[in-house]
């Protein structure tokens, strides 16, 4: 019997999913548009249910494309994090998520943390501090709404609810949790001194273990409204990033991973933890401790910026691929493209002089499925390109893939 496995990318902008086989062979892929609300003073939510809702939706889309109803042997979750949500004690949120694109906290100096220096904030949680995130969330939370925080018996990111939702365990694997900034991602474990800032216990917050670790199994529930067998495994994923890299084969040092989507990040696979908190770049556990650390760079919120631009010049167009086809073969587009790849180029050689050697360049998300954007890329790194065909799926793929090799260890 053919065995398959689906990956799952929960993306800012869009879920996206991949069924693969046994063999590692992508058979079916989809996605639907997240839908996120905005409000007054820069503050951005996401109802937990609507995305449970639409995590279904994606499932039940890869299932259908297969003539005959496969057997799904496991599904794997990973994603954008940093989106926070309260939850109560049947896990049905509070609130809705606070999605890490909030700006409510940016603003307010006075959130910082009055026993630590952001440089040791930066050693503990392996990302610099930056107070649009899970830990400044909670914070705010505690200072204006207490009515909810005081009530709330688990406290998690979206990412989390999800997999309660589908195996009814609460849980998070390392690199996901490095976005809460609540890990200790040298000691891999909740950092005490921020949950007693917070006011928080550890039984508050969901299990830390592995990527790839078995967290359950498809509840009743989740397989009448998912189409998966209640023998389908439940298993750990990563942060998005890494994920991608895992699905393009970015695996070592040398290799450098593009990842093109609504913030633009560079990700290399570093030997030495170090190395990334030396040159200040965020830190991703990956594949340690039995392989490398991640290493990013990020050029935030620019395909935000991107697609602005692209919506409110091609209006006219109804979709939008279309919208985005006007924008590769404008001229005019060029001059964004450019300062965009010059960023980049940039960002590469201040870490070539540091020792973070990119021999090519393996780029994913929309951009690198443009006839223009890695073309032009090329000519100003001087760097070879390569775009893998699986493109703006590679997120959902790697997490195919640590689905896929959990089981292959059972």
Excluded at 193 to 205: A, K, S, T, V
Excluded at 315 to 339: H, L, Q, Y
Aim: hydrophobic share 40%.
């Amino acid at each position: 019997m053919i065995k398959y496995f689906i990956g799952i990318d929960l993306g800012t902008s869009n879920i996206k999913g991949v069924l693969i086989d046994n063999r590692g062979t992508v058979v079916a892929k989809g996605k639907v548009a997240t839908e996120l609300i905005r409000f007054d003073g820069g503050k951005v939510e996401f109802s937990s249910e609507r995305s449970y809702e639409l995590l279904t939706t994606v499932i039940k889309n890869l299932i259908a494309q297969l003539p005959h109803k496969p057997y799904i042997e496991a599904i794997s979750l990973s994603g954008a994090t940093g989106n926070t949500v309260l939850l109560d004690d049947k896990g049905t949120p509070l609130c809705n998520a606070i999605s890490w694109m909030d700006d409510r906290s940016v603003s307010d100096e006075s959130l910082t943390i009055p026993f630590m220096a952001d440089d040791e904030i930066y050693q503990i949680t392996g990302w610099p501090w930056f107070r649009g995130f899970p830990l400044a969330h909670l914070y705010w939370l505690k200072n204006n709404r207490q009515d909810i925080y005081v009530n709330a018996p688990k406290v998690c990111m979206n990412i989390t609810y999800l997999y309660h939702r589908l195996c009814g365990a609460y849980a998070v694997d390392h690199s996901t949790a490095t976005t809460f900034y609540l890990q200790n991602q040298q000691t891999r474990s909740w950092h005490k001194p921020y949950l007693d800032w917070l006011g928080l216990n550890e039984n508050q917050l969901p299990a830390l273990l592995s990527s790839g670790t078995v967290i359950g199994q498809i509840t009743r529930s989740a397989s009448a409204e998912t189409g998966l067998s209640t023998e389908t495994k439940v298993i750990l994923g990563s942060f998005d990033h890494p994920s991608a890299a895992r699905g393009c084969g970015v695996l070592k040092e040398g290799d450098l991973l593009l990842s093109c989507g609504t913030s633009w990040v560079g990700f290399y696979p570093v030997n030495d933890r170090d190395k990334a908190i030396k040159n200040k770049l965020l830190s991703d556990p990956f594949l340690s401790p039995h392989g490398p650390w991640g290493a990013l760079f990020s050029i935030p919120r620019i395909g935000n910026e991107v697609q602005k631009y692209v919506d409110t010049k091609y209006s006219s167009e109804k979709s939008v691929s279309e919208r985005f086809i006007k924008f590769n073969n404008d001229p005019a587009s060029i001059d964004i493209m450019t300062k965009i790849s010059v960023s980049i180029k940039e960002n590469i050689d201040t870490l070539a002089d540091t020792g973070f050697i990119a021999n090519k360049i393996y780029m994913v998300g929309g951009p690198s499925e443009s006839p223009v954007w890695p073309e032009l890329l090329r000519q100003i790194t001087g760097l070879a390109i390569e775009t893998p065909e699986i493109g703006s799926y590679a997120g959902a793929l790697g997490s195919a893939f640590i689905a896929q090799e959990s089981v292959n260890k059972i």
